[in-house]
């Protein structure tokens, strides 16, 4: 069982929806992470939470908004998307050490289609 | 910018044979290095993390540090099909969020 759990694995939604994709890590990190990534490219970083502090990738929609209820949980919402919105979306965690490594720790993803 | 190049690939080897991966930098002050492996419509997994200059080997996995000329590498000794996969290279500077490289698409073919 992977230690960030993702829900849900899959998700069609029209462009007036309003739906939430959720992750939860249980390794006591203290940062969280949202990246989307569409096919043959890397992922890339959308919303990054550390220390009570939301970092937005200024390139991201606000049609994507990210919730933090707590420190293990990094929600995103998602309201009036495009269809080239559809992507795999990732959610990791990290311990958040700037001084040596800051391994990700991926869940399963959430695919996300957009009619 | 901070830049993270791998070239696309496909990269095909003989099953049994050594894969060899590649990575560039462009930042000097990467501290931190990793290699994911992602198998298509799943997430990444790490594979191998590196720090200090030379070779680190894990099973059948070498990576490889330059940080003087800006590279590393990863290595996969008797290549299986269940290898085939898009391995990501990821660098960490000064920031605590590493950079993704686009990813090398690995075929071992049987």
């Known amino acids: 069982d992977t230690e960030v759990t993702q829900t849900p694995k899959h998700l069609v939604m029209g462009m007036t929806n309003k739906k939430s994709l959720k992750c939860e890590q249980h390794?006591?990190?203290?940062?969280m992470y949202w990246y989307k990534q569409k096919a043959k490219k890397p992922p890339e970083l959308m919303f990054v939470?550390?220390?009570?502090?939301?970092?937005i990738n200024e390139s991201v929609p606000s049609r994507f908004s990210p919730e933090c209820p707590n420190s293990s949980l990094l929600n995103l919402h998602l309201h009036a998307l495009q269809p080239e919105d559809s992507a795999l979306y990732l959610c990791?965690?990290?311990?958040?050490?700037?001084?040596?490594?800051?391994?990700?720790?991926f869940g399963a993803g959430s695919r996300l289609t957009v009619l | 910018q901070k830049e993270v190049e791998q070239n696309s690939g496909p990269l095909s080897v003989p099953e049994g044979a050594i894969a060899s991966l590649n990575c560039t930098y462009s930042d000097r002050g990467s501290q931190s290095f990793f290699w994911y492996r992602q198998y298509s419509g799943k997430s990444p997994e790490l594979i191998m993390s590196i720090y200090s200059n030379g070779d680190k080997e894990d099973g059948r996995f070498t990576a490889q540090l330059n940080k003087a000329s800006q590279y590393v590498s990863l290595l996969i000794r008797d290549s299986q099909p269940s290898d085939s996969a898009t391995y990501l290279c990821?660098?960490?500077?000064?920031?605590?969020?590493?950079?993704f490289g686009r990813g090398t698409s690995l075929i071992v073919h049987p």
């Open positions: 939470y550390s220390y009570e502090k939301l970092s």
């Open positions: 990791a965690s990290s311990q958040d050490r700037v001084a040596g490594a800051n391994v990700l720790t």
């Open positions: 990821a660098v960490k500077g000064g920031s605590y969020i590493p950079t």
């Open positions: 390794m006591g990190h203290r940062a």
